[in-house]
C-alpha cells in the first residue's frame, strides 16, 4: 500500500521531465503501488533539458528504484543509461529506466507494447492485421516497432513528411510502407487498413481531426493515443461510422503497468490504475487552472 508516512524503508520511484506538473503518472503509479501492498512511493521531478544524465546520477546516488521518462528526455535517456533493451535500442528512446542490484541502469522503452497490451485488453487482435498507423514521432514509431514484433501483416505509416514516415516505417522492416498524407494513396491506405491508429497529438484538448473521417467505415478499429479528451473527436467519428473504438488512456495506463513489473517484478492491478487515471482526469476537467 501507499506509506501514511514515508520512511527510509519506502522505495522511491518517479517520473523526470520538463514541464511535468500535469503528468498522470504518479496518480497511476501509486495507484499500482497499492494494489500490490509494497512500500514504494511515486513523484515527479522536473528535469530541465541537458540535466539527464545529472539526474540518472541521482537516481544511483539516492536510491531511487525506477524512473519513468517523459518528454524532451526520452533520447537523451538512451544516451545516458548503461545498457539498452532491444526496442529501446531499436527506437534510440527510453521511457523506463531500471536500477539493477550491481548499479547498472538499463533503459526500457514500454510505450508501444503499452498500446498493444491496450489493444488486447479491448479485445482487438495483431495477428495478421493491416494497419495504419497516422504520425510518425516517437510515439508512432514505438507503436510501428511493438506491432511488427506482434504478428501483424502490414504496417503503412502516413505523416505529412515523407522523411519522418520513412524512419518510422523502417522499424517494421519488410512489413512497412509509407505513403504522404493527403495522397490518394494515403486515403486508400487507411480505407483498407482493419487497424487505423492515430499516433499524433491531433485532437489533444480540441474537436481538431487527423484525416478525413469519410475515410473510415464499418469493419475497422480505430485507436487513438490521444486521452484528453478520452472521446476524442476522431473516435467520435469513428463510432459514427460503424468502426470499434480504443481510447488513448489504455495505452498509457497499460505502459505503467509494464514499468512497474520491470521495476518490482510484480504485475500491478490494472483496473485499479486505470480508475485512479479516470478520477484524476475528472478532477481536472472540474478544476482545470489548478
Not at 55 to 69: C, E, F, N, Y
Amino acid at each position: 500500500m501507499i506509506p501514511t508516512a514515508i520512511t527510509a524503508a519506502t522505495r522511491i520511484a518517479g517520473v523526470i521531465g520538463h514541464p511535468v506538473g500535469h503528468s498522470l503518472s504518479p496518480a497511476l503509479h501509486n495507484a499500482g503501488f497499492a494494489s500490490l501492498q509494497i512500500d514504494w512511493a511515486y513523484a515527479a521531478f522536473d528535469v530541465p533539458p541537458g540535466s539527464v544524465s545529472d539526474a540518472l546520477r541521482a537516481m544511483r546516488t539516492l536510491g531511487i528504484g525506477g524512473l519513468s521518462v517523459t518528454m524532451p528526455h526520452k533520447e537523451a535517456a538512451a544516451e545516458a543509461v548503461d545498457e539498452l533493451d532491444p526496442s529501446a535500442a531499436a527506437l534510440h528512446s527510453v521511457n523506463t529506466v531500471v536500477a539493477l542490484p550491481d548499479g547498472r541502469l538499463v533503459g526500457h522503452s514500454t510505450d508501444g507494447d503499452g498500446f498493444v497490451a491496450s489493444l488486447a485488453d479491448a479485445g482487438v487482435p495483431t495477428v495478421g492485421v493491416s494497419v495504419c498507423v497516422l504520425g510518425a514521432g516517437g510515439a508512432a514509431r514505438s507503436i510501428v516497432e511493438a506491432l511488427a514484433r506482434h504478428g501483424v501483416a502490414s504496417i503503412v505509416v502516413v505523416n505529412r513528411s515523407a522523411a519522418g514516415a520513412t524512419r518510422a516505417a523502417a522499424l517494421a522492416g519488410p512489413l512497412g510502407a509509407t505513403h504522404q498524407l493527403g495522397s490518394q494513396r494515403a486515403a486508400q491506405a487507411i480505407r483498407d487498413a482493419a487497424l487505423v491508429v492515430n499516433a499524433t497529438s491531433v485532437g489533444m484538448g480540441s474537436a481538431e481531426l487527423p484525416i478525413d473521417p469519410a475515410l473510415l467505415h464499418r469493419g475497422q478499429v480505430v485507436a487513438d493515443i490521444v486521452y484528453h479528451p478520452r472521446h476524442t473527436a476522431l473516435l467520435g467519428a469513428a463510432h459514427a461510422a460503424g468502426a470499434r473504438t480504443v481510447e488513448g488512456l489504455g495505452m498509457l495506463v497499460h505502459q505503467a503497468a509494464l514499468q512497474q513489473r520491470l521495476w518490482t517484478g510484480r504485475s500491478p492491478d490494472v483496473a485499479a490504475m486505470a480508475a485512479a487515471a479516470e478520477h484524476e482526469l475528472a478532477l481536472r476537467q472540474q478544476h482545470p487552472d489548478e
